[in-house]
């Protein structure tokens, strides 16, 4: 019923030294100082300016390239548009400090072409103090890294360059279209719409919300939704390019507040899905098919239906309604990151330019980011919201706590210690967890639960999902360190 109210194998011995020694394993990759500061241009309240715009990234299903959706299994070229796709942007202004939040209804994107997106903005003239792109992560839309485009085919390039393009535009209108705002903030559990396909347990149930309207109220600019669940309800025989779930929570909050909605994908490894949830169908009495537009129609409708319900009932309920926030203070952080490439799978691929090519350094580390922006107000500077970066598809047990103690005995990685929790370094009271923002390198898996070889943990005959999807196992604690200096 709908909620109306409320890369290159890993030599073990030496990782498992570091790890031990807790030290990021900086020695083959890890935290590189470029970008390490956070600014907050002195810490004094000031006013609030946003705005927001979006560009379509629908591809052409009828062009010379065919359309490879992505996620699932290779095989699956379109057949049709069920929706379109969509870069949308939102921009913040406070005092000195500006930023631009991106969410791209795509798979992911690499962070070769985030870097361009950002140059381009500057050949421009777009002032943005910091840019920030993530992917929504719908298994509806094409292939754009080369995972699930057969060798015999390559990607249309001149689709990424579209999407790269929109991007900036969207930023570009979103920035010349400010004007003062006032921000106020959500977040609600919603346990129904989710679950976790992957043992130890661990489901990031929490919604958030951040509502932008005009400083006086008048009108709604933007409405920011976040929440783990993978976009995938439709399923992995749909031929039809959607944004998935997402598509319907943008259309019901966009009808109940007006102004832009974005969506941004959460902790989603682990994994996070809505697949064999079930949702009544309040026009039959019955529940939803699985794996159908009705479905995804309901997820989306329910995920919005609560955070609005959240919104505007939750702190009323407390007597004092949403709290609104018209003078605050930004501080952004970003790291750059060297992530070691340790899939045989993924170096394998990009030797032979069957995933688009990214840059890899000689010692075999990746060039990601981290970031961090925390927006404070208040004379005491009180953090009222954060956003972390996330540069992949984090576990939620990294974010939320869970983490397999004491771990299990056929592990891979014996002895390994537990990676500090991301929500638990934040302390404001809205923490938003962005999933793969400014980069997708794949899921980000606690070490300890790192369970690649024989034999397999939780007497399993073979491996769990994921770890074929992952750099490699020092990926978590690289980023969770960066996170944890990013947040201090």
Not at 237 to 255: G, I
Request: hydrophobic content about 45%; aromatic content about 6%; proline content about 7%.
């Amino acid at each position: 019923m709908r909620r109306r109210r409320r890369a290159v194998p890993v030599v073990r011995l030496a990782l498992l030294v570091c790890l031990l020694a807790g030290t990021a394993c900086r020695t083959a990759g890890g935290l590189a100082p470029a970008g390490a500061g956070a600014s907050d241009g002195g810490g004094v309240p000031a006013a609030i300016l946003s705005g927001a715009a979006s560009r379509a990234i629908t591809p052409d299903i009828l062009g010379d390239h065919a359309v490879r959706i992505g996620g699932f299994t290779p095989g699956r070229d379109a057949t049709g548009v069920h929706d379109d796709l969509y870069a949308r942007a939102i921009v913040l202004e406070i005092g000195p400090q500006s930023l631009a939040l991106v969410a791209l209804d795509l798979i992911g994107l690499f962070y070769d072409d985030v870097i361009l997106i950002r140059e381009e903005l500057s050949r421009r003239g777009v002032e943005v103090g910091a840019v920030l792109v993530a992917s929504t992560h719908t298994h509806a839309g094409p292939d754009v890294i080369g995972l699930w485009t057969p060798e015999d085919r390559s990607l249309d390039g001149s689709y990424i360059d579209q999407v790269r393009d929109a991007a900036a535009d969207a930023v570009e209108q979103a920035w010349r279209s400010r004007r003062p705002a006032r921000l106020s903030f959500a977040r609600w559990r919603m346990p129904e719409l989710l679950r976790d396909t992957r043992l130890p347990l661990a489901v990031d149930d929490l919604g958030l919300l951040l509502r932008i309207d005009t400083a006086d109220g008048g009108e709604t600019i933007a409405t920011l939704m976040n929440f783990a669940a993978h976009p995938e309800s439709l399923g992995r025989h749909n031929t039809l390019v959607s944004s998935d779930y997402p598509w319907a929570a943008r259309r019901t909050v966009e009808e109940a507040y007006g102004g832009l909605a974005l969506f941004f994908s959460g902790a989603v490894g682990g994994m996070m899905t809505p697949l064999g949830v079930r949702i009544d169908d309040p026009s039959t009495g019955s529940p939803a098919p699985q794996k159908s537009l009705r479905m995804a129609e309901l997820l989306g409708e329910n995920l919005a239906d609560g955070l609005m319900a959240a919104w505007s009932d939750g702190p009323a309920r407390e007597g004092d309604g949403p709290q609104f926030i018209d003078r605050a203070v930004l501080s952004i952080a970003q790291r750059s990151l060297r992530v070691p490439l340790d899939n045989a799978r993924f170096v394998a691929g990009l030797e032979q330019g069957r995933i688009r090519p990214r840059r890899v350094d000689r010692d075999g580390a990746l060039a990601s980011e981290a970031a961090a922006v925390t927006i404070s107000a208040g004379s005491g500077r009180r953090p009222v919201a954060q956003f972390a970066c996330v540069p992949g598809e984090l576990y939620p047990e990294l974010a939320i706590g869970g983490i397999q103690h004491p771990q299990d005995p056929a592990a891979d990685l014996q002895g390994a210690p537990r990676e500090p929790l991301l929500r638990e370094m934040m302390t404001a009271a809205h923490r938003f967890v962005l999933g793969l923002c400014n980069d997708e390198i794949g899921y980000i898996i606690p070490a300890a639960q790192w369970d690649e070889a024989p034999p397999f943990a939780y007497g399993r005959d073979g491996p769990q999902y994921g770890e074929e999807r992952s750099a490699g196992p020092r990926t978590a604690p690289i980023i969770m360190q960066a996170f944890s200096e990013l947040f201090r």
